[in-house]
């Protein structure tokens, strides 16, 4: 069985107009797409996603941030998803992120990073779920276009 993880494409990428390159770049690492919907979450729904930085400085204007233009999430799924996606965006703070990374490229600071994944297989259960009922998630094969 393959693990599960959920990505947030940021309103800042959307208004960047750099949602394929995501998309791509997670394509091209071998990962599949599982599940996709176009989300504007409201202040309350952001809040209750990332409840677990409640009283942190940055928790209020991170939820502001996350409920000021649409996101797009999705479900995706590969062997070790969770860490080859977490590789693939980079470090939250895009200084620090490695030269290649999503964040790196298109990240302007720790909040406007392009892009949200989940840290643990808990967490990803967890966000998944915040989104999406499991009929929602589909399991398809490419068999057929490969020949």
């Not at 309350?44 to 941030?65: I, M, R, T, W």
């Not at 797009?72 to 977490?86: H, K, S």
Request: charged share 30%; proline share 3%.
């Amino acid at each position: 069985m393959t693990d599960r993880t959920l990505v947030i494409i940021k309103p800042d990428a959307l208004c960047q107009r750099i949602v394929g390159n995501v998309v791509s770049r997670l394509e091209q690492d071998g990962l599949r797409l599982i599940a996709a919907r176009l989300v504007l979450m409201s202040e309350n729904q952001a809040s209750e996603f990332y409840s677990c930085h409640k009283g942190k400085d940055f928790y209020e204007p991170l939820v502001k941030f996350m409920s000021s233009n649409p996101c797009l999430v999705m479900v995706w799924e590969g062997e070790n998803v969770i860490d080859r996606v977490r590789e693939i965006a980079g470090a939250t703070d895009p200084v620090e992120a490695k030269d290649g990374t999503i964040r790196r490229q298109f990240a302007r600071d720790n909040r406007h990073n392009v892009i949200h994944a989940s840290d643990s297989p808990a967490t990803a259960s967890r966000e998944i779920s915040f989104f999406f009922k499991e009929k929602e998630i589909y399991q398809w094969s490419e068999k057929e276009y490969r020949k």
